[in-house]
């Protein structure tokens, strides 16, 4: 929704958008330190130690020794001789996110959730009737510590760019304010790296054609920045001048939804590769089920023992329908790569270009009357 100002007299205002981010601190390595203290103090990966495992979480005292999430365990081992690896409780996350959900739900119903620790809040309206979204903000995470034990950091602005922004800000436990005589201002000293939406490869592209900080960026034409980076030139072209114009959606559904896991031992025969797809077959379509949810484009992703990385793909004119079909379409994309060249390290499932039931059906409907 567009924000237009205007100082003739009787043109009507639209008021400043006010948006929370909410980003809970080190959230399954925190989990893991409350519900055990022997934990609390020392550096916890969440995640496998074994040879092929991975790091899904850290908590701070890790990070200090560099560790972060989907690095290698052996890595992570290497560089903190003492982490302690913790096995992941998806489910006891899931239920700490449902309470910290409900705390949302006392103040706006205007909530779009972006992972299970993380979510933008539209406070410009809300049911406590408070005019400052700032100690909104405050009073939010304080029912988080209160109810759950555990921290978060908020950020508050005009727009969900600047949103997210500040609450990295002051990590852990932080609460920064992005005012709008600010925004410019805060991007332009930025580093293009730390925008939300620029990820390392966009980044290392812009740092080539000299382009470093937010005043860099600023200081490109929109034209320029859609030649080099196609659409997202556009968005890019509109942070840099701090302007976000995305309403928080509430109904906002995921881009892909995907599974993938890492083998005690390389896989190489057909058989064992259909075997090790099977689980995140399972865990793609109850996804799909629990979110009423069904996507057209179905990827296979492929991680050799040399890291080296392939996907193929396939896209239909109509959803997947059902699981069986979901295991078939990935089998026949998994023949493509047959025999395969070397070990199979990884495998993933991913179904993207989503929609719910509710639209599927009503594009049936169109086709009939």
Request: net charge positive.
């Given at each position: 929704?567009?924000?237009?100002?205007?100082?003739?007299?009787?043109?009507?205002?639209?008021?400043?958008?006010?948006?929370?981010?909410?980003?809970?601190?080190?959230f399954y390595a925190s989990v893991e330190q409350r519900d055990n203290p022997d934990l609390r103090g020392k550096p916890v990966a969440v995640g496998g130690s074994r040879a092929r495992g991975v790091v899904a979480a850290a908590s701070y005292e890790a990070r200090k020794f560099g560790v972060r999430s989907a690095m290698p365990s052996v890595t992570a081992l290497r560089q903190c001789p003492d982490l302690i690896f913790v096995r992941p409780r998806f489910e006891v996350y899931k239920a700490v996110s449902g309470q910290i959900r409900t705390i949302f739900e006392e103040y706006t119903d205007l909530i779009e959730p972006l992972s299970l620790d993380e979510a933008y809040l539209d406070v410009t309206e809300n049911f406590p009737g408070m005019p400052s979204a700032t100690q909104l903000a405050q009073e939010i995470k304080a029912k988080i510590r209160e109810r759950t034990g555990l921290t978060a950091s908020a950020g508050v602005s005009y727009n969900k760019f600047l949103a997210k922004l500040a609450s990295d800000f002051r990590k852990p436990d932080g609460l920064y304010v992005i005012k709008p005589a600010d925004g410019p201002g805060f991007v332009e000293t930025l580093e293009v790296g730390q925008f939300h939406g620029i990820g390392k490869v966009t980044a290392r592209r812009l740092n080539e054609l000299g382009i470093r900080t937010g005043?860099?960026?600023?200081?490109?034409?929109?034209?320029?920045?859609?030649?080099?980076?196609?659409?997202?030139?556009?968005?890019?072209?509109?942070?840099?001048?701090?302007?976000?114009?995305?309403?928080?959606n509430p109904e906002r559904i995921r881009k892909s939804v995907g599974s993938e896991n890492t083998f005690e031992?390389?896989?190489?025969?057909?058989?064992?590769?259909?075997?090790?797809?099977?689980?995140?077959?399972?865990?793609?379509?109850?996804?799909?089920?629990?979110?009423?949810?069904?996507?057209?484009?179905?990827?296979?992703?492929?991680?050799?023992?040399?890291?080296?990385?392939?996907?193929?793909?396939?896209?239909?004119?109509?959803?997947?329908?059902?699981?069986?079909?979901?295991?078939?379409?990935?089998?026949?994309?998994?023949?493509?790569?047959?025999?395969?060249?070397?070990?199979?390290?990884?495998?993933?499932?991913?179904?993207?270009?989503?929609?719910?039931?509710?639209?599927?059906?009503?594009?049936?409907?169109?086709?009939?009357?």
């Open positions: 929704m567009k924000r237009y100002f205007c100082f003739k007299k009787n043109v009507p205002v639209q008021p400043v958008r006010k948006i929370i981010h909410i980003d809970m601190d080190a005043l860099d960026l600023r200081a490109q034409t929109e034209d320029f920045l859609r030649t080099h980076f196609g659409k997202a030139g556009s968005y890019y072209f509109h942070i840099a001048r701090a302007v976000d114009n995305r309403p928080v031992q390389d896989l190489f025969e057909r058989d064992d590769l259909l075997t090790g797809l099977e689980p995140l077959l399972d865990d793609v379509w109850q996804y799909c089920e629990s979110k009423r949810i069904r996507g057209r484009t179905v990827t296979l992703k492929i991680k050799y023992a040399d890291f080296q990385q392939i996907t193929r793909s396939r896209t239909l004119l109509s959803p997947v329908a059902d699981r069986d079909l979901l295991g078939r379409l990935t089998a026949e994309l998994l023949s493509q790569t047959l025999p395969v060249p070397k070990g199979v390290r990884l495998l993933g499932v991913s179904l993207s270009n989503l929609e719910t039931l509710d639209e599927a059906e009503g594009k049936q409907l169109r086709l009939f009357f």
